[in-house]
């Protein structure tokens, strides 16, 4: 089945540095998505990718689609106290024919030294 | 408040005993769906509905659990003899998808901590 991977699984800065995470899909993805968990939180879509070599930004954060659909990444510049949490990859196959079943990554839990 | 909403936030029960979590989805959202989410994991795909019919079940989910949404509304996620292995945090989420587009944004509710002694 369809396997979502997603490194570093943990990472810590200091407040200003900035921050990469990446995820990996084995199989090509219709559409993935970004969300963020606070501790003790539940998920927070943050946004959605759908278009291969897609490049989206939202403030301090960037998120990219590569060009085969089976690879993302979300970056933080300037990381900030506020950033800290889980930010999870989700994705779903092409064989979907629409967008539910979404398959999570393990998350990249970002800490920031203030 | 016009988020996604569970009830009980937390359920502590005994091994074998069978237990029922609600979710009350925004209101005008057409999918539900409901995820299971361990220590250390992202969450995994349960079930979904849309509207009151049942479209997917994971192979991960065993004849122990079932899922309703009679109305189209609310949803119930019942799990009978319940083992330790079932601890986790049981996470509904609603969107509202139309024919016309592609994009889906689902919301989760803050979900059910299940403990099983």
């Known amino acids: 089945g369809q396997q979502v991977m997603q490194i570093p699984q943990y990472q810590h800065v200091q407040e200003g540095e900035d921050f990469t995470t990446y995820c990996n899909s084995s199989?090509?993805?219709?559409?993935i998505q970004w969300y963020k968990q606070r501790p003790g939180g539940h998920p927070v879509f943050l946004i959605q990718?759908?278009?291969?070599?897609e490049v989206k930004k939202q403030k301090r954060l960037t998120f990219q689609f590569g060009e085969a659909k089976k690879n993302s990444s979300l970056h933080i510049t300037a990381t900030q106290t506020t950033d800290v949490g889980t930010y999870f990859c989700?994705?779903?196959?092409?064989?979907?024919?629409?967008?539910?079943?979404?398959?999570f990554g393990k998350g990249t839990l970002l800490t920031v030294n203030p | 408040d016009t988020g996604v909403s569970q009830d009980p936030r937390h359920k502590i029960t005994k091994r074998g005993q069978n237990v029922t979590f609600r979710c009350d989805p925004i209101s005008e959202h057409n999918r539900l769906y409901w995820y299971r989410q361990t220590l250390g994991q992202g969450p995994e795909f349960l079930t979904y509905f849309q509207n009151e019919a049942q479209l997917e079940k994971s192979r991960l989910l065993s004849d122990r659990f079932s899922a309703e949404r009679p109305k189209g509304s609310f949803s119930t996620l019942e799990i009978q003899r319940t083992e330790q292995g079932d601890s986790a945090m049981y996470l509904c989420a609603s969107s509202l998808i139309s024919y016309l587009r592609l994009a889906e944004k689902p919301f989760f509710g803050p979900g059910t901590r299940l403990t099983v002694l």
């Open positions: 989700a994705g779903t196959d092409r064989s979907g024919g629409s967008n539910y079943k979404l398959t």
């Open positions: 990718l759908v278009k291969s070599g």
């Open positions: 199989t090509t993805l219709s559409n």
